[in-house]
């Protein structure tokens, strides 16, 4: 098992760094894995499906497909409204469907994550179980949540984001 | 080269094949559009026959009654978690075949008669929704306006309507 402090990945190799796309929701900067954004697109007013989980906002047509649009902040139990133009990250292996809109603040950069700098979070951050957490990491001196997307969409656990 | 701008030139003067199009009878159920295949289609009623017999409030399926049958009617609302208190003026009732019977769909109001591209509906996304996607043929663009298409067949097979057959 791996304890609090050491690499999330466990693995020995330092030279070893991971690519993700850092991003805002609510304040707190967020990551996730950059294999995994297909592609950054401009927010659009989806249509409403019936019966959708509460943090899923409909769906949009991209290049001829229709993707379920999750929105974070609802997930992360954020009652605040976001931003007029949020930013829509195009993901893919998130659940039964091939690619996911996935609903952000703000998009900043793609950052590169040296695996030693990369550890394996408590039982909680920001008020997010461990479980829905890839590792923990710094930039800038501002703590950055790498979280498992996959996870956080395909569950309804209740997540409460501490401001 | 020559022969590819041949090819180009002569393709541009034959005759295209007549894009497949799909007439679909467009509803609204609360503050969604959805739509059904007009040949999947029988009959549009006014919905009196809804409350000739006695139903309880609230239920998916109920019935209806039609020329003397006692049918089942799915309150597309209920299923959808859309549904008003009553039943209002606006609201019809689309007789279909739904699994090889006849079935009612209560819906809020009936707009219009579309034609859609088939190659051109795609599936619902099985992350947009906690209904079963074996409830919807798929999405499909038109006018700017996403319609989300409903399988009869679907709706025919639920749960609530084979419990329906044997009351």
């Known amino acids: ?163 | 080269m020559l022969s590819r701008t041949l090819t180009k030139r002569l393709g541009r003067g034959r005759l295209e094949a007549p894009v497949a199009r799909e007439q679909v009878l467009l509803f609204r159920v609360g503050d969604g559009q959805y739509g059904i295949g007009m040949r999947g289609l029988w009959e549009v009623l006014s919905p009196e026959g809804v409350t000739g017999l006695p139903t309880a409030g609230y239920q998916i399926c109920t019935a209806l009654a039609y020329r003397g049958r006692r049918l089942p009617l799915i309150r597309l609302g209920e299923l959808f978690g859309v549904s008003a208190e009553r039943v209002s003026p606006s609201a019809r009732v689309l007789l279909v075949q739904g699994n090889g019977q006849p079935l009612g769909l209560l819906v809020d109001e009936v707009q219009e008669v579309v034609e859609v591209e088939p190659h051109r509906i795609a599936p619902m996304p099985a992350q947009a929704t906690e209904l079963s996607p074996s409830l919807f043929r798929g999405l499909v663009g038109h006018g700017g306006r996403v319609i989300l298409l409903i399988d009869t067949d679907g709706l025919g097979s639920m749960t609530e309507v084979k419990g329906f057959a044997g009351n």
Do not use: C
């Open chain 1, 1 to 163: 098992m791996v304890t609090q402090g050491q690499r999330a990945d466990g693995s020995d190799n330092s030279s070893k760094a991971a690519q993700v796309v850092l991003f805002q929701v609510a304040g707190r900067s967020f990551a996730i894995d950059l294999r995994q954004v297909e592609q950054i697109v401009e927010y659009r007013e989806p249509t409403k499906t019936p019966r959708r989980p509460p943090y899923v906002e409909g769906v949009v047509e991209h290049r001829g497909r229709y993707l379920a649009l999750v929105n974070l902040r609802r997930r992360l139990g954020v009652a605040a409204p976001g931003p007029a133009h949020p930013a829509v990250l195009l993901v893919t292996g998130a659940g039964p469907d091939p690619v996911v809109g996935i609903v952000v603040d703000q998009v900043f950069r793609v950052l590169s994550l040296p695996s030693e700098g990369v550890l394996s979070p408590p039982p909680r951050v920001f008020g997010i179980r461990a479980a829905f957490i890839r590792g923990v990491a710094n930039t800038g001196g501002r703590p950055v949540v790498w979280l498992d997307v996959a996870r956080l969409v395909t569950t309804t656990e209740p997540i409460a984001l501490l401001a």
